[in-house]
């Protein structure tokens, strides 16, 4: 066992080691570091880092309630408790996590004008502007989201993931940047480099 791989930090030996959206995995003897996002038709990617932007991971908020001894906590999506984050963060917000340290510096709100990413369902991978929300109580919240070519489309509230505020992403986004194409289009690509 050569204890090559790092993800998030920690050396993994388990071949099976459930790696997930937004981890940084790094090999030290090649020098290579990737974070796993996904492309624009739902498929894990991973996407080659420089050595800085590899010292952090974005985070979604996904609870935030007061434990044991009156210490308040967040849960994120891949499973992190941080104790005593910022009183401003809230469920859906994203936060920036130290690698290192663990510890949250950043927070990129839940607005409207938001950049996110879809992370689950049929249009998991693109990446557009938080335009509307819709409230359904006893139902799924809907957003509509815009992405920078002026495509709108919905989705449910669970699915998206801020990556960003403004059209300023804190992540390098991989290759296709999030847009997604019409079969025309991709076709249209693939005929003029040569592909067909």
Do not use: W
Request: net charge positive.
């Amino acid at each position: 066992m050569e204890r090559c791989v790092k993800v998030d930090g920690k050396v993994r030996t388990d071949p099976n080691y459930p790696a997930g959206f937004m981890d940084v995995i790094e090999l030290e003897k090649s020098n290579d570091r990737f974070r796993l996002m996904y492309d624009v038709k739902g498929r894990y990617v991973l996407h080659r880092l420089d050595r800085e932007e590899a010292q952090f991971k974005l985070c979604r908020i996904n609870k935030v309630f007061v434990g044991p001894n009156k210490v308040p906590c967040a849960v994120t999506h891949d499973g992190r408790t941080l104790r005593y984050p910022d009183p401003d963060v809230k469920v859906n917000d994203t936060v920036k996590v130290s690698i290192e340290t663990g510890k949250m510096s950043d927070i990129l709100s839940f607005d409207l004008g938001a950049m996110l990413m879809i992370t689950k369902g049929h249009n998991c991978g693109r990446v557009g502007t938080l335009m509307h929300i819709e409230k359904h109580e006893g139902s799924f919240a809907i957003v509509t989201v815009k992405d920078s070519k002026g495509n709108t489309f919905a989705t449910r509230l669970g699915n998206v993931f801020i990556i960003g505020s403004g059209q300023k992403p804190s992540v390098t986004l991989p290759k296709g940047r999030g847009i997604k194409k019409t079969i025309l289009e991709e076709r249209a690509e693939a005929e003029a480099a040569g592909r067909l």
